[in-house]
């Protein structure tokens, strides 16, 4: 594209890429002066021209070079959200969006209304998991990516002829004005507790961060709100668009009623402008209900029937690292979840107190992230306390952090039961499998699906707690050879 056609009263030059971090080696690229917690980019103006940058876009004072094109902004994460859009002939506009944030449930409704849409429309998904539109399936960037790389996967999407995208919108990613530029037709919102509070600083600060993308919808849009929760009529009520409710205990737009929890199943009534409709799925736990209902109301309210949103629900796939069960053929339970805050954690706990006889045990394996949200460690120790027989403490995403004193800060929590602390966290699912007997229930969160973990020096490759898990069930219990 032609940087006149990007600016103003610009130079007719070729442009070939948008450029945020001036190490990444680029061609005929602009480089946007954004400043952020640690660094500013106007001290890596330099580095950006050797590394391709042909225009610099600023608004402190810089020294300037021949043969670059400076041009002043006084906002440049606004010029960003602005020039990308056109750079990529704004693809949320071509696409239905469907946005969701809250503390948890983000990556559950945003791939159930993936794969409930998918086999009747196209339909993409970024977020936690991973990034996904027809047959591409790439590794996560950040829960919300920033807005050149987000940008540039929704015009993959308008290319590969998706024709909707379900993506995660976290706190950070509003704050940060990652999706200032995207055109949503449907923003869901779950629930507010305990997260990012490292971050935002209070739970005002946090909840002010989610308002700011109901603040900004257009009014032809859709606002959907778990109307349990008790901050959702205060986080729409500057919104412009369609108020929608959802919810169980209150009277909603999408109510669930005559709920029915079983190990392998839930079925329910769901009640949407006084029709009932019998919905029986595949998806267990309470807190599951509340995301197939923030899904069924996204979709039902951008024209999917509830007919075809019924015929997907008994057969959802399997959410990666969410309630994933592990189902080898042992005599116990084993469920990976992705639960990292207060609430996450204990709506699992509470849904293995539900499955596992009085007489059997709850075997927890978690941890807490290094530089991350002190105070919640304390918080997991007491619902593991609470909820749990056996508690097995081991890293997660430690960074430079020491694994160790981490375990002891959640530790602080437990006062009944007993506790040990693995610090290697494959060693620490091997020995909940080791000491699991029949109908006990173990649980491996924090994690969930991810391939990773964040150490000192950056990301190491993991396996995954649902693979670790299966090679531990084989070796350990069915004495298979694991190679």
């Not at 190490?23 to 690229?29: E, F, G, N, V």
């Not at 810089?62 to 693809?91: G, M, R, S």
């Not at 949320?92 to 849409?117: A, F």
């Not at 091997?430 to 973990?453: P, V």
Request: proline letters at 2%; aromatic letters at 8%.
């Amino acid at each position: 594209m032609l940087l006149n056609q990007l600016f103003d009263d610009a130079p007719r030059i070729e442009i070939q890429q948008l450029m945020m971090d001036s190490r990444q080696k680029c061609k005929d690229a602009i480089f946007f002066c954004l400043k952020g917690l640690e660094n500013d980019g106007h001290h890596y103006v330099d580095m950006a021209i050797q590394n391709g940058a042909k225009v610099i876009v600023y608004s402190d004072d810089i020294a300037k070079k021949e043969d670059v094109i400076y041009i002043k902004v006084n906002d440049v994460t606004k010029a960003l959200n602005i020039i990308c859009n056109k750079f990529y002939q704004y693809p949320s506009q071509k696409l239905k969006m469907y946005g969701v944030t809250g503390t948890n449930g983000k990556s559950s409704v945003t791939t159930l209304i993936r794969n409930i849409l998918n086999p009747y429309q196209k339909c993409g998904y970024i977020g936690t998991i991973s990034i996904e539109y027809g047959d591409v399936k790439l590794p996560p960037l950040l829960t919300t990516p920033n807005v050149v790389d987000l940008q540039y996967y929704l015009d993959a999407m308008v290319k590969d002829d998706v024709k909707a995208c379900a993506l995660e919108v976290s706190s950070i990613g509003i704050e940060q004005k990652r999706v200032d530029g995207i055109h949503f037709d449907v923003c869901v919102y779950t629930n507010l507790t305990h997260d990012h509070l490292d971050y935002h600083g209070t739970i005002e600060d946090y909840f002010h961060a989610k308002k700011k993308l109901f603040d900004m919808m257009h009014p032809n849009s859709y606002a959907i709100i778990n109307i349990d929760d008790p901050y959702a009529l205060k986080m729409v009520e500057d919104c412009h668009a369609n108020i929608v409710t959802y919810g169980i205990d209150h009277v909603a737009d999408y109510q669930a009623c005559n709920i029915q929890l079983m190990a392998d199943k839930t079925v329910l009534t769901l009640k949407v402008n006084q029709q009932e409709y019998r919905i029986e799925t595949n998806l267990v736990a309470l807190f599951n209900v509340y995301n197939l209902l923030a899904a069924i109301s996204a979709l039902h309210k951008t024209g999917l029937s509830m007919d075809l949103i019924i015929q997907q629900l008994t057969q959802l796939k399997q959410i990666e690292g969410r309630m994933e069960k592990v189902v080898l053929g042992q005599p116990f339970n084993v469920i990976v979840d992705f639960a990292h805050t207060p609430d996450g954690i204990e709506k699992v706990m509470k849904y293995a107190q539900e499955i596992t006889p009085k007489e059997r045990r709850i075997i927890a394996v978690f941890g807490s992230a290094g530089k991350r949200d002190f105070k919640k460690r304390i918080m997991f120790g007491q619902l593991a306390d609470k909820y749990c027989d056996m508690i097995i403490l081991t890293e997660d995403d430690p960074r430079d952090e020491n694994v160790f004193q981490i375990a002891q800060e959640i530790a602080e929590g437990i006062k009944k039961k007993n506790h040990i602390i693995i610090e290697d966290r494959s060693n620490a699912i091997r020995q909940a499998i080791e000491m699991a007997t029949a109908n006990d229930t173990i649980l491996i969160l924090g994690k969930g699906d991810e391939a990773f973990i964040y150490r000192e020096f950056g990301r190491e490759v993991y396996r995954g707690d649902q693979n670790v898990a299966k090679d531990m069930i084989k070796r350990y219990y069915f004495k298979e050879e694991i190679n």
